[in-house]
């Protein structure tokens, strides 16, 4: 009986021990899910606690706080309200992209709440009262018939080309390891008539390794690690360089173009002699073009171009 008095003491003792631990791994990930949130919408981050926080995502989304709620309930409900919930319900982000890519045939810079501010302008003339929420079903009511839009679950290959553009210059003379490297997608990418990449989405990528110019001729480099971009139902595309990736480039740029870590670059019209010079520090101009390859298949809930959808049906 004592044995059995004993066990169950340590037991408890140690589910005691272990709620710490628990309940800090649970206010990271709600945590994390408010950043995810908060840089969706805004942009940044937001220095409030995680309540309060909380409170103003819901005013901004419903016009109300669910405060009978407990807060980690009411944070993963946003978080999957926004960010999707990875089966494959159409998120606030997938919708918004929905209405941009084909209102505008790629994705306006900015965070979601300048999207919508400049899809609204754009359409009605002015920016609209409301929720977020609100806002954006009128949106999609403008630019799809009934109001739905039109998604299918497929896979993107892996080996799949992905066209990016850099929107900030790189420079060896500056550029250190960890920056981060900001680029986006260059042209829509489909599987057969699905949307599941469009133009204009962000990636991201960090600098890995900048090589300086040496002795000998040797040539200055910079080595970018190329994390993945974003599909647009939000979900992420893990992309690297690859073999196919560096051939299409160097198929694309000709002779005479810059190379980041062994990949050709091409820059923008008017760009002197595509920025690379042998012995000399290596400067990306911002524009310049390249592509990157997908690692793995990878599931996206795309949207279905409704043209080439009317067209095959019509056959």
Excluded at 154 to 170: G, M, N, Q, Y
Excluded at 236 to 260: D, F, H, M, N, R
Excluded at 294 to 302: A, K, N, R
Aim: aromatic fraction near 8%; glycine fraction near 8%.
């Amino acid at each position: 009986m004592r044995k059995f008095i004993s066990l169950i003491l340590s037991l408890v003792m140690c589910f005691a021990m272990a709620l710490p631990a628990f309940a800090a791994q649970s206010t990271n990930v709600a945590s994390e899910q408010l950043d995810a949130v908060e840089e969706a919408l805004y942009g940044t981050k937001q220095a409030n606690s995680m309540m309060e926080r909380c409170e103003s995502l819901e005013y901004d989304l419903y016009g109300e706080a669910y405060t009978e709620r407990n807060i980690l309930e009411r944070i993963q409900t946003v978080y999957s309200y926004v960010c999707g919930d990875g089966n494959g319900n159409g998120s606030f982000m997938q919708r918004l992209n929905a209405v941009d890519s084909r209102f505008n045939a790629e994705l306006t810079k900015g965070p979601a709440k300048t999207r919508i501010e400049t899809l609204e302008n754009n359409i009605y003339g002015a920016s609209q009262e409301g929720t977020l929420k609100e806002r954006m079903e009128n949106l999609v009511g403008v630019t799809y018939e009934e109001g739905e839009i039109p998604t299918r679950s497929v896979v993107l290959p892996k080996d799949s080309l992905v066209k990016i553009e850099f929107t900030e210059a790189l420079s060896s003379k500056e550029a250190q390891a960890g920056d981060e490297v900001s680029f986006v997608v260059a042209d829509n990418l489909y599987v057969n008539d699905v949307l599941v990449i469009a133009k204009g989405a962000k990636g991201e990528a960090t600098i890995a390794k900048v090589v300086q110019p040496r002795s000998f001729g040797r040539d200055a480099r910079i080595d970018v690690n190329f994390s993945h971009v974003y599909a647009v139902d939000s979900g992420k595309v893990p992309v690297y360089i690859g073999k196919l990736a560096k051939q299409e480039a160097k198929t694309a740029a000709g002779a005479g173009a810059a190379t980041i870590g062994g990949m050709v670059v091409l820059g923008p019209i008017g760009a002197v002699g595509g920025a690379f010079v042998k012995g000399q520090s290596l400067v990306i101009p911002e524009g310049s073009t390249t592509y990157v390859q997908v690692t793995s298949d990878t599931t996206v809930e795309g949207i279905v171009y409704q043209e080439a959808s009317a067209s095959a049906d019509a056959e």
